[in-house]
């Protein structure tokens, strides 16, 4: 199926078996399809948005107003990472048993209220707290792409899954506009103190949450079929209907605590369930792709969601799959994340004449880039796996721009330039490949293990966080000198990468995914 410009509007052609979608209609917010993509990365945008909503402020007027020194300042970054990588490790495994969309609006409405809470805080001690619990916010990248995910089929998941994150992770860029813009317009415009304004601020992040939240609850559904507790029953359904003769039956070291039937082909385990399922379903949809009877099975059989076991979970969780994708997210995400907490001041040093504002701006360029080349790396990974549905494309092509976003970094960290015409142009290579890197990684993931997405996601999620608390760390005890821990962080970078490069992009054997 090849790409046309109306694929952005039009209804598109659904797999028959699971019903994602074969294209992304990211222009038609009344298709379901559509609609949920964009709560995917509006949702995951404004948790972002909110998640970082203290660095751009936190340079000069927090940081005056509380008397915060440069401790206090890298700890609270690192507490902001912390809480959201224990919530990544539960949210994946909460969007296999509830099903991502409640996932995603829990984290978003959990966040919101420390979000609110943020003029209570009068010292270092609260401002830790408080950015701990703010943190739940970057959670919801999990259930963002696991939704995603479930709504968009093999063809385009990559390219779907790159531009709700890419769009999403944006937000680290345009907090640094937003936050001082509604600072400046407080103390300029309304007369407030700085030390009122920077608290009256974070209403505005608030309230954007809590009605994205029940927008996503009230105005999209879990999958393609409905229900997320239908799901097994819509793809037996689904089969019977297309006259394809088969069960969605355990995977051999798959996690799956559903009993097969004992007899008939392609009865779902409950009578009650299967009538209740009928009644709302006719099986066979009009824009319905052809696709042949052996992949409908492989699909119904590999590509259902289920509800994970211990013991399971741990098996999916340190398979050697995962730990590739946990890897290099490890260093494209928690570079990221780390580099966005402290580029603002970076600015400020080098160019002291630049203000808080001037440097926030700035600094913003880096989370911006995102709306473009987080999408780049998802497409191209999409774009090289089509030929030949090589998923060796789509992971070399992972470890290639690991490497370079490595020589970026080492490059900045060396000449640690006071030329702003230079830094700005690092800077901007080094997110080119750092943001490509991160929809590279969520193009491969849906092939990994995809009967336990959730759990996927959610490690290398986590593992990306996890990154992003080992740099934080290391830029937290190297003071300000922060040109020596980029190139630190490069060479991390590049080994990390060239380490786990032999590894299948699956495993051997593996239903389903390719």
Known sequence: ??????????????????????????????????????????????????????????????????????????????????????????????????????????????????????????????????????????????????????????????????????????????????????????VQQRGLTPSKAWRVAFIVPFIFITVTALCLLFFCQDTPTGKWADRHLAAQQNLAAHGVAGEVVDIPGAISDRKTPESGTGTPSSTDDKAKFDSKNSGIADNEAQIGEQEMLETAKGEVVVKPSFKEAMKVTFSLQTLVLGATYFNSFGAELAVNSILGSYYLKNFPYLGQTGAANWAAMFGLLNVVFRPAGGIIGDLIYRPRKSLWAKKIWIHVIGVITGCFMIAIGLLNSHHLPTMVGLVAGMALFMEAGNGANFALVPHVHPYANGIVSGVTGASGNLGGIIFAIIFRYNGTNYARVFWISGLIYIGMNLAVSWIRPIPKGQIGGR
């Not at 509830?98 to 001690?125: I, K, Y």
């Open 1 to 186: 199926m090849g790409l046309k410009l109306n694929h952005l509007w039009k209804s598109p052609e659904v797999n028959p078996i699971n019903h994602k979608a074969r294209s992304i209609p990211a222009l038609n917010p009344v298709d379901p399809y559509g609609r949920v993509f964009f709560f995917s990365w509006f949702g995951f945008m404004i948790a972002f948005l909110s998640w970082y909503a203290f660095p751009p402020l936190l340079s000069i007027t927090i940081r005056k107003d509380l008397n915060l020194s440069q401790s206090d300042v890298a700890n609270s970054n690192i507490l902001a990472l912390t809480a959201t990588l224990l919530v990544r490790l539960v949210a994946g495994p909460a969007c296999d048993r509830f099903g991502p969309r409640w996932t995603f609006a829990g984290c978003l409405l959990a966040g919101a209220v420390p979000t609110a809470l943020a003029g209570c805080v009068t010292n270092a001690s609260g401002l830790l707290a408080l950015r701990f619990f703010v943190g739940i916010l970057g959670g919801s990248f999990v259930p963002c792409q696991v939704w995603s995910t479930g709504f968009f089929d093999k063809n385009v998941v990559g390219t779907a899954n790159a531009f709700t994150a890419g769009i999403g992770n944006a937000g680290g860029g345009i907090t640094y506009f937003v936050m001082p813009a509604i600072f400046d317009s407080l």
